[in-house]
């Protein structure tokens, strides 16, 4: 199957090398009248030696050095143009799948640590490179090699073999370099790419490693990918040069060889002595498009594993088809038996989610640490594919829309905000190239962001780097809680979004989710803080990658108070029946003093502060049940047991009860 998507990708590289088919003909047409105008100087030095200075006539010398002069001139061109063709050719070449293989990295990057989709466009610039470089002109010149063989054996037949011979083990040489240099090759360039992408990583974090004393850490980490990498290349780099260095040895060696036997057949008269020079010369064009390709064999292979890693790239993430554009949909969501898979997984890291969101709802998805939330909002933005169920946006499945349609409809706020380079104007537009300053300022005020960006000291066009630069985390939410909201988006998902908020930022969040609903716009709210559903209507919970509550959020809160009320309450006799004989007799010896578990019917024994504690807990449930903050309802929202609460199967067992 792999198989079968990797050829794919090889003919849709094939398809956008043939776009150039028309300057390619140009090229070799052009190749022609060069390696003919190379015979130039063969023929200028025979002339010169036998007719020349035979003659003694300066005015044929003068006659036959303009018209040289005329010809280099017009072989200079006609190189010169061939290779300015040959780089727009490369340049077309690579324009033609930037975008194609950019949406294919951006689609393929969901796979954690997937090396294809971190080189593509590398890859691509490989194989441009070596389209515009003297190597594929080389490879439009070795057809000539035979005919410049031919021609030094129509001086004599002994010079031909010794041409041809040298030529062969010019050959040789070429393949025993395939052979002995493309592992090295590929196993120092695999190392080089590995250590720049940990330093690309390490710079990103640069803050963190600076502040927790790690330079010394990551620099042994990243020291030890640099030494292995330069070590390899250094092994490449000696294979690649022994062989070049033989190659240059040996032309060499047969230039001087032809001009020795040259000299042999003149001494027996069976050859004019413009021969010697003229052989020589025809001999180092003929093999100078194989010493070329040798010296830049290095190139070659990383086009050459360019070109693989694109094939594959390209044939196992397809094209996206056109799709038939719908109305501006409606903020109504239609969530039904969802399951996700992590792309590059196996296992489902969310099953059977279903519910609905109706127009001016907000609803806050709880639950613990990795139950699957950031899963979900992922699966509603479309940027992870649903494995089993639907996602609907006003009735049409989200694969229905196009991708950068879809983008417009629903803001996203992920839980780790990341800008880009450029302005702040820049990253609340989306990168957009036309972006709307009135659509700018009105998300950044919703997000309650427009006073603290005017107080920069660029305001709206101040740069900010990748990491964010000087702005704070909160100043980051913000910014990217105002990109959500731009272009005024039917549903907005917030993932953490009150994460590295203050007070007055949750109180702005809220006053912003508020708005929305009175817009009739859907918001979901993936969340750990009570501030951050303090708007919702409803509440969905999460645990372990399933729903097991849904419904009305005062509704929900109080059933799972009242779960946790009874844990509470089995937990103190648990703990102190669990408290064993042997354990207070070592408390005794060290002089401890000891609290005898209570009976049933007598007073618990609690401590002032631990009674004023549990009061405190329990006027923080009290809130909970009214819908406001609380920090109790992060610690009951997590419960495992909360799954009973679940309305769903509540109303599955009453209708068994009924049976």
């Known amino acids: 199957m792999k198989k079968n998507l990797v050829q794919h990708g090889h003919e849709e590289l094939l398809e956008a090398r043939r776009r150039g088919r028309s300057l390619y003909w140009f090229v070799g047409i052009f190749s022609v009248f060069v390696n003919m105008l190379m015979l130039t100087g063969p023929l200028y030095m025979m002339q010169v030696y036998d007719r020349v200075l035979g003659s003694r006539s300066e005015a044929t010398l003068l006659a036959l050095s303009l018209l040289v002069v005329f010809l280099y001139a017009m072989m200079g061109l006609l190189d010169l143009v061939r290779g300015r063709i040959l780089r727009r050719v490369a340049a077309n070449f690579q324009a033609d799948l930037d975008k194609r293989v950019f949406d294919a990295m951006i689609r393929r990057s969901a796979v954690s640590n997937d090396k294809i989709a971190q080189t593509g466009l590398s890859d691509l610039e490989s194989i441009q490179r070596l389209i515009g470089s003297p190597v594929l002109t080389a490879a439009f010149d070795l057809p000539f090699t035979p005919i410049f063989l031919a021609g030094i054996a129509l001086f004599h037949p002994y010079l031909g073999l010794l041409a041809l011979g040298g030529g062969l083990v010019l050959v040789g040489i070429a393949l025993l370099n395939q052979l002995f240099s493309t592992s090295p090759l590929q196993k120092a360039n695999a190392g080089s790419q590995q250590a720049n992408l940990m330093s690309e990583s390490i710079r990103n974090e640069a803050e963190m490693i600076q502040a927790m004393g790690m330079r010394k850490a990551a620099f042994a980490r990243w020291k030890v990918l640099r030494d292995q990498s330069l070590a390899d290349s250094v092994v490449a780099s000696d294979t690649g040069g022994g062989f070049t260095t033989v190659t240059k040895s040996l032309r060499l060696f047969l230039q001087s060889a032809m001009l020795g036997m040259g000299a042999y057949l003149v001494l027996q008269n069976e050859v004019s002595s413009g021969a010697i020079i003229a052989g020589s010369i025809l001999l180092g064009r003929a093999l100078a498009p194989i010493e070329l390709g040798l010296g830049q064999w290095a190139s070659v292979q990383r086009a050459r594993k360019g070109w693989q890693n694109l094939a594959e790239l390209l044939g196992t993430t397809p094209p996206e088809e056109d799709r038939t554009p719908l109305p501006k949909p409606k903020a109504k969501l239609d969530v039904q038996a969802l399951a996700v898979m992590a792309p590059g997984e196996t296992r489902p890291q969310l099953r059977n989610v279903t519910f609905k969101v109706e127009p001016g709802q907000a609803i806050g998805v709880i639950g613990p640490s990795g139950s699957g939330k950031s899963t979900l909002a992922k699966a509603l933005t479309g940027a992870w594919r649903a494995a089993a169920g639907t996602v609907r946006l006003d009735g049409a499945s989200l694969n229905q829309y196009d991708a950068e349609v879809l983008g417009e409809h629903i803001g996203y706020l992920p839980q780790r905000v990341q800008l880009f380079d450029g302005t702040i104007a820049d990253n609340i537009a989306r990168l957009s190239s036309a972006p709307d300053a009135t659509q700018v300022v009105n998300a950044a005020k919703k997000a309650a962001a427009h006073d603290m960006i005017v107080k920069l000291p660029d305001g709206y066009d101040t740069r900010v780097s990748a990491n964010g630069g000087r702005l ?35 109180v702005a969040l809220n006053s912003a989710i508020k708005q929305m609903k009175a817009d009739g716009r859907s918001v979901l709210i993936m969340a750990h803080r009570p501030a951050a559903i303090q708007e919702c209507d409803m509440l969905l919970v999460i645990d372990k990658g399933t729903m097991t509550a849904f419904g009305p959020k005062d509704d929900v809160l109080r059933e799972m108070v009242a779960n946790h009320q009874d844990i509470q309450k089995s937990a103190p006799r648990k703990s102190q029946g669990s408290w064993s004989s042997q354990a207070r007799q070592q408390a005794v010896a060290k002089g401890q003093q000891v609290q005898q578990p209570a009976t049933p019917g007598a007073p618990s024994k609690v401590a002032p502060a631990q009674k004023t504690g549990g009061q405190d807990s329990a006027k923080g449930n009290d809130t909970l049940v009214k819908g406001s903050a609380s920090a109790s309802m992060g610690t009951a929202g997590m419960n495992p047991a909360l799954s009973a609460s679940s309305k769903k199967v509540s109303a599955s067992n009453k209708k068994d009860g009924e049976g």
């Open 472 to 506: 704070s985390g909160g100043q980051m939410q913000r910014i990217g809680l105002a990109r959500a909201l731009y272009g005024d988006p039917m549903i907005v998902i917030l993932d953490e979004p009150n994460s590295n908020l203050d007070n007055e930022g949750s």
